[in-house]
């Protein structure tokens, strides 16, 4: 019987972006995450390497990983592989403010309140004639 030889080059951590109280726990030989909230859930594993200088390893940052739909609360994360490079996008309501939507709307608003203030000034400067 062939022993597995552990890589002594990579160390695992929970990422640090991740909410408290995360645990890792083992389901028909797999390891998944699991979270208080979640009393029965158990959410896949995503990975994002880096090397660590300090220790002179490669680091895997662990990430709990699920879809909004399946995430009420909020806590877990998607992975964006769409760029050249991998972005980790928690799953966390933005404020609408600070969305592009939202930062439309603002522009939109401001534009809508100088329309209506141009258009007291053209009033006030050229009063419409009463019909007798």
Not at 65 to 83: A, K, L, Q, R, V
């Amino acid at each position: 019987m062939q022993s597995k030889q552990q890589n002594t080059n990579n160390y695992s951590v929970i990422g640090k972006e991740c909410h408290q109280h995360w645990k890792l726990v083992e389901d028909t030989g797999k390891l998944y995450f699991s979270h208080p909230k979640y009393k029965t859930k158990n959410f896949h594993i995503g990975v994002i390497q880096e090397f660590d200088k300090k220790e002179q390893k490669n680091k895997k940052n662990l990430y709990p990983i699920s879809d909004t739909e399946h995430d009420p609360y909020n806590i877990c994360f998607n992975i964006n592989t769409n760029t050249n490079r991998i972005e980790l996008i928690p799953n966390e309501f933005q404020e609408f403010w600070n969305t592009r939507r939202g930062k439309r709307l603002t522009k939109y608003i401001s534009y809508r309140e100088r329309r209506e203030q141009t258009k007291k000034e053209y009033e006030l400067l050229n009063p419409k004639k009463q019909k007798p």
